[in-house]
C-alpha cells in the first residue's frame, strides 16, 4: 500500500492501491481486451483479509485469492491508480 501511496506520475500524486473489486474491474474491462501491459500474475489489491492477509487479483486467470502480507514464495505486483 505504502509504495502506491508514494506513487507519482504525470506530476499527480493521488494515486492508490486498488480494492479487489477494482482490481476485478480492471481484469474484466482491460486485462481481457489487451489494454494496460498487465503482467500474468498476482496483483495486491487494498483489501484486507485480516490482519496478516490481503486479497490479490490474479491477472493470469481471473480468480481472486488472499495470502499473507509478508509471503515472498512468488512474485506479486502492485498497480497504483487514480479516481476519475
Do not use: H
Given at each position: 500500500?505504502?509504495?502506491?501511496?508514494?506513487?507519482?506520475?504525470?506530476?499527480?500524486s493521488?494515486?492508490?492501491?486498488?480494492?479487489?473489486?477494482?482490481?476485478?474491474?480492471?481484469?474484466?474491462?482491460?486485462?481481457?481486451?489487451?489494454?494496460?501491459?498487465?503482467?500474468?500474475?498476482?496483483?495486491?489489491?487494498?483489501?484486507?483479509?485480516?490482519?496478516?492477509?490481503?486479497?490479490?487479483?490474479?491477472?493470469?486467470?481471473?480468480?481472486?485469492?488472499?495470502?499473507?502480507?509478508?509471503?515472498?514464495?512468488?512474485?506479486?505486483?502492485?498497480?497504483?491508480?487514480?479516481?476519475?
Open positions: 500500500i505504502q509504495a502506491a501511496s508514494d506513487y507519482a506520475s504525470g506530476s499527480k493521488d494515486w492508490f492501491l486498488p480494492s479487489v473489486g477494482e482490481a476485478m474491474l480492471m481484469y474484466t474491462n482491460l486485462r481481457q481486451q489487451g489494454v494496460g501491459g498487465f503482467a500474468s500474475g498476482g496483483y495486491w489489491s487494498s483489501s484486507e483479509f485480516d490482519a496478516v492477509g490481503a486479497w490479490l487479483q490474479d491477472f493470469g486467470y481471473g480468480f481472486q485469492l488472499t495470502n499473507f502480507k509478508d509471503c515472498r514464495d512468488f512474485p506479486t505486483y502492485v498497480r497504483p491508480v487514480r479516481a476519475f
